[in-house]
């Protein structure tokens, strides 16, 4: 999967979240284990929150996001005149009537990018195959929910050194 340097830095820092999230969630199950009391009903007298099944779901986040990183390919915004993966371009798209212009970054996984201002879309999405090779000043178009759209690439912005491509 080829990703951006910022995605991969998003991935961590939710992994090293997660890190934390299932200590204190170990922790308070060990805790709520040592300090229960069996009444004579049966049950224990601390309302537990934290159940297997929480603990599972994070080793599972926590295994799929190392995954990712560690397949990944990082790529940079590059200098090519079409769009490509890792391409950051400003587009008009008609919707219901209404041009509206927004910059995009086409990826391969929909992770936000913290500081930028950019809608994320990935190669898979209508839109994403609907730009994807196109030059700037191409029209393009895709079906939406309830009708066809169609836009204008305004401008693909690039970095002054060419696509680089980057182990993890």
Known sequence: MKLLPEQ??????????????YKETVEEKASNARNAHIGTDGFDDINTSVSAYQVQDIISRMSELEAIINSATIIEIGDSETIQIGSKFTATINFWGEDETQDYILCEMHETIDGEDVTIIT??????????????????????????????????????????VKGN
């Not at 393009?140 to 002054?160: L, Q």
């Open 8 to 21: 991969v830095a998003k991935m961590r820092e939710t992994l090293e979240q997660l890190k934390v999230q």
């Open 123 to 164: 190669d898979k999405s209508p839109l994403g195959k609907a730009v994807l090779g196109k030059k700037e000043n191409d029209s393009f178009s895709y079906a939406g929910p309830s009708e066809t759209f169609k836009g204008v690439i305004n401008k693909i912005h690039t970095k002054d050194a060419k696509t680089m």
